[in-house]
Structure formats: C-alpha cells, structure tokens
Nanobody, 118 residues
Framework: QVQLVESGGGLVQPGGSLRLSCAAS????????MRWYRQAPGKQRELVAG???????MYADSVKGRFTISRDNAKNTVYLQMNSLKPEDTAIYYC????????????WGQGTQVTVSS
C-alpha cells in the first residue's frame, strides 16, 4: 500500500499563486509516475500534470505555461507550482501515485481544495 498526504491548498485571488505538495510513503516502487488530477463541482476528474521517476513531465493544455510539476525523489514528494491562477482552476486537487508491476497500481490522496476567487 502507498499512502499520499497532500497539502498547500487554499483560497487565492485571480492571478495569484499556490504550491501543492504530496508526500508518498509505504511500499513505493522505484519506477513510478506521480500525477495531479482535479475535480470541479459537477465535472469529471481531469488530469492536470504528471511526472515520471525520471522527471519526464506532461501537462494538460489548460495549465501549460502556468503550472509546473516537479519532484524530490529523496523525499518521495511531488509538487505543483500554480501561477496565474484563474477562477476556472477552482477544484479539489488529488495526488495520484502510479506504477506497473505485472498490472497497474494506482493510489490516491485525500484531496486538497483550491479556490480562486476575488
């Protein structure tokens, strides 16, 4: 089992910044991908950004140029730096830990609320 603990959400004005963190613990796998998803009220959960254990990154088009994902493998922690936030970024943000070992494994954090409002 993998446990994920997220932090860093909150209320911010449009144009502001927030940094989310997600610390993984438990039975970790060396080759993995950590991702951030978000879910706004009444909408499906969507992938925001991902980073592999070799630091290859990907982003949803809606956040490219504004969000940056990074990781510290020594701390088993992934970060999401969110700049130029917009009201449409308001959602619960979830951390995901993914790896393959014969079959796919996915673990989820409890979520952290991000609200962008004036």
């Amino acid at each position: 089992q993998v446990q994920l603990v997220e932090s860093g959400g909150g209320l911010v004005q449009p144009g502001g910044s927030l940094r989310l963190s997600c610390a993984a613990s438990g039975r970790l796998f060396n080759i993995n991908t950590m991702r951030w998803y978000r879910q706004a009220p009444g909408k499906q959960r969507e992938l925001v950004a991902g980073i592999t254990s070799s630091s290859t990154t990907m982003y949803a088009d809606s956040v490219k140029g504004r969000f940056t994902i990074s990781r510290d493998n020594a701390k088993n922690t992934v970060y999401l730096q969110m700049n130029s936030l917009k009201p449409e970024d308001t959602a619960i943000y979830y951390c995901n830990y993914h790896y393959w070992n014969i079959r796919p494994y996915d673990f989820w954090g409890q979520g952290t609320q991000v609200t962008v409002s004036s």
